[in-house]
């Protein structure tokens, strides 16, 4: 953290600015932050200056050995100095939010006590960011992100106003992760055209149709894990809130089947299949054995066209990771 040795200055411009640094605050972990240079007129500057010095003497010595795991400090507990601090620059805090597009995520916004920083203000128009007001996290549970805040109607999305209209934002990025997964294998299966590709071994050092190819299998296999691991993991009582196994199958059965129709025969197939099938086991085999099954990796039995597939062992799963009965 970098601090100025001294909390007052006048600057050597021609017309020189008469300026009291102003430390910030963090009312959740007690701890202080660094704040920013503040210009003032010379005699609000002369009349502030000692009183200034005073209220922050040591801050910059105890701010090189604070624990930013600290109990949080209320704001009716805060000491004046504190509360100026905070109210100045109190950190970034998160907010779920729904960008103009409709895309949803987390943005990380500068705060002034419980204001929206004007900068980050305006820099969340200019993006077309908007704060979700309720939302579901994780857990299900519904909560207000602006409780406590002071924002403005013109930064609230009209998603998510109320408490029946939560957003369940886990979800979003759920289904705009897997999208962004369905387009990238798009564009894979796209490059990869159905002019037949060379088996695998004579690829080494291949152009972009034969990467493209590559990864398009190691797509496929990748969804193969996923299908298993969602298996594992209901098996375990763990059960995914955001997607069905039947989701995931319904996937890998349509991503297979657009493979084979693209593969120059089921030669072509068969061969750049098995090659991303035995790359993934070998490395997932290692990592198992090699740590007693505490490792989330799984050896992936043999699937077919329908997404049905022979019994995986218990040495393919984590098994150093299952819960007790």
Same mark, same amino acid.
């Given at each position: 953290?970098?601090?100025?040795?001294?909390?007052?200055?006048?600057?050597?411009?021609?017309?020189?600015?008469?300026?009291?640094?102003?430390?910030?605050?963090?009312?959740?972990?007690?701890?202080?932050?660094?704040?920013?240079?503040?210009?003032?007129?010379?005699?609000?500057?002369?009349?502030?200056?000692?009183?200034?010095?005073?209220?922050?003497?040591?801050?910059?010595?105890? $701010?090189?050995?604070? *624990?930013?795991? !600290? &109990? =949080?400090?209320?704001?009716?507990? +805060?000491?004046?100095?504190?509360?100026?601090?905070?109210?100045?620059?109190?950190?970034?805090?998160?907010?779920?939010?729904?960008?103009?597009?409709?895309?949803?995520?987390?943005?990380?916004?500068?705060?002034?006590?419980?204001?929206?920083?004007?900068?980050?203000?305006?820099?969340?128009?200019?993006?077309?960011?908007?704060?979700?007001?309720?939302?579901?996290?994780?857990?299900?549970?519904?909560?207000?992100?602006?409780?406590?805040?002071?924002?403005?109607?013109?930064?609230?999305?009209?998603?998510?106003?109320?408490?029946?209209?939560?957003?369940?934002?886990?979800?979003?990025?759920?289904?705009?992760?897997?999208?962004?997964?369905?387009?990238?294998?798009?564009?894979?299966?796209? $490059?990869?055209?159905? *002019?037949?590709? !060379? &088996? =695998?071994?004579?690829?080494?050092? +291949?152009?972009?149709?034969?990467?493209?190819?590559?990864?398009?299998?190691?797509?496929?296999?990748?969804?193969?894990?996923?299908?298993?691991?969602?298996?594992?993991?209901?098996?375990?009582?763990?059960?995914?809130?955001?997607?069905?196994?039947?989701?995931?199958?319904?996937?890998?059965?349509?991503?297979?089947?657009?493979?084979?129709?693209?593969?120059?025969?089921?030669?072509?197939?068969?061969?750049?299949?098995?090659?991303?099938?035995?790359?993934?086991?070998?490395?997932?085999?290692?990592?198992?054995?090699?740590?007693?099954?505490?490792?989330?990796?799984?050896?992936?039995?043999?699937?077919?066209?329908?997404?049905?597939?022979?019994?995986?062992?218990?040495?393919?799963?984590?098994?150093?990771?299952?819960?007790?009965?």
């Amino acid at each position: 953290m970098t601090w100025p040795k001294t909390l007052a200055r006048t600057t050597k411009h021609k017309k020189p600015r008469h300026q009291l640094y102003q430390p910030g605050f963090n009312e959740s972990n007690g701890c202080w932050l660094e704040g920013s240079w503040v210009s003032v007129p010379r005699d609000e500057w002369d009349a502030r200056k000692a009183e200034h010095l005073r209220m922050y003497d040591g801050v910059r010595e105890v $701010a090189g050995e604070q *624990d930013h795991h !600290g &109990p =949080p400090v209320p704001r009716d507990k +805060m000491t004046r100095a504190q509360r100026q601090a905070w109210q100045h620059y109190s950190g970034s805090a998160h907010f779920d939010c729904v960008h103009d597009s409709g895309r949803v995520g987390p943005v990380g916004v500068e705060m002034q006590g419980n204001r929206v920083d004007a900068r980050a203000a305006r820099w969340m128009r200019a993006e077309g960011w908007k704060i979700i007001r309720f939302v579901t996290g994780g857990d299900g549970e519904r909560r207000d992100q602006t409780a406590g805040m002071e924002i403005p109607d013109e930064l609230l999305a009209d998603r998510g106003s109320t408490p029946e209209e939560a957003v369940d934002t886990w979800q979003h990025v759920v289904d705009q992760n897997v999208g962004q997964m369905d387009d990238l294998f798009n564009t894979l299966l796209n $490059a990869a055209v159905s *002019d037949d590709p !060379g &088996p =695998p071994a004579q690829a080494t050092g +291949m152009d972009y149709r034969g990467f493209a190819t590559q990864m398009a299998f190691t797509s496929l296999v990748q969804q193969e894990e996923s299908i298993i691991r969602m298996e594992w993991n209901e098996r375990q009582g763990d059960k995914d809130r955001f997607r069905t196994l039947q989701q995931e199958i319904d996937r890998y059965v349509d991503m297979r089947r657009r493979l084979k129709a693209e593969a120059a025969s089921p030669e072509v197939f068969d061969a750049w299949y098995r090659e991303a099938r035995e790359s993934h086991n070998s490395c997932a085999r290692a990592n198992l054995d090699n740590t007693d099954g505490r490792i989330y990796s799984y050896v992936l039995p043999e699937f077919n066209d329908d997404g049905t597939h022979e019994p995986w062992g218990p040495r393919d799963v984590p098994w150093g990771q299952e819960k007790a009965p």
